[in-house]
T-cell receptor, first 111, second 116 residues
Framework: QKEVEQNSGPLSVPEGAIASLNCTYS??????FFWYRQYSGKSPELIMF????GDKEDGRFTAQLNKASQYVSLLIRDSQPSDSATYLC???????????FGKGTSLLVTP | DGGITQSPKYLFRKEGQNVTLSCEQN?????MYWYRQDPGQGLRLIYY???????QKGDIAEGYSVSREKKESFPLTVTSAQKNPTAFYLC???????????????FGDGTRLSIL
């Protein structure tokens, strides 16, 4: 079974702080990594994706990938109450394009 | 606008009844997926299809069936054999060509199924 692990949280951060969300995966052959945000009762929406080791920045979001440690993270700078949601980590194992999802981390940004 | 349309938004099933959830996409995507999400849980793969007239079982296919007669459509039937069908069902699609394995999946708005 190919596992994707996330801390379920809730992770609580004050408004304006940096939120750090982490994800580990078991399949060393995994090729691409995705972060989705899911508001309560809604479908997931893509936030970031990363394929290569290192950092990838998009606005307030930074995805970090370390394939040797099988670890991917998402940093949210200047966190806003509207960022309060569940963040799902998804990993493409490289075959069939079916993503493996973690159970998600609940983030709460307090004013 | 291009996108994935799921219907209905809410669905109720009676005991012993089969129900069908619709998923239509106009993104010209080759591959389509059905996931199930239970409260506080991640997404679990039910079925997927990479090409018309072909589909594969995911991790939790028992009690479900699908068809892929058209590229745009991938309906999911929840049969009476699925004893615990209450969940949020999500359809997704992705292009397969040209490095498709690195492309993100796009999701519909979901169908919430409950038992009457």
């Amino acid at each position: 079974q190919k596992e994707v692990e996330q801390n379920s949280g809730p992770l609580s951060v004050p408004e304006g702080a940096i939120a750090s969300l982490n994800c580990t995966y078991s399949d060393r052959g995994s090729q691409s990594f995705f972060w989705y945000r899911q508001y309560s009762g809604k479908s997931p929406e893509l936030i970031m994706f990363i394929y290569s080791n290192g950092d990838k920045e998009d606005g307030r979001f930074t995805a970090q990938l370390n394939k040797a440690s099988q670890y991917v993270s998402l940093l949210i700078r200047d966190s806003q109450p509207s960022d309060s949601a569940t963040y799902l980590c998804a990993v493409n194992p490289g075959s069939g394009y079916a993503l493996n999802f973690g159970k998600g981390t609940s983030l709460l940004v307090t004013p | 606008d291009g996108g994935i349309t799921q219907s209905p938004k809410y669905l109720f099933r009676k005991e012993g009844q089969n129900v069908t959830l619709s998923c239509e996409q106009n993104l010209n995507h080759d591959a389509m997926y059905w996931y199930r999400q239970d409260p506080g849980q991640g997404l679990r793969l039910i079925y997927y299809s990479q090409i018309v007239n072909d589909f594969q079982k995911g991790d939790i296919a028992e009690g479900y069936s699908v068809s892929r007669e058209k590229k745009e459509s991938f309906p999911l039937t929840v049969t009476s054999a699925q004893k615990n069908p209450t969940a949020f069902y999500l359809c997704a699609s992705i292009t397969s060509g040209g490095g498709g394995s690195n492309q993100p999946q796009h999701f519909g708005d979901g169908t919430r199924l409950s038992i009457l």
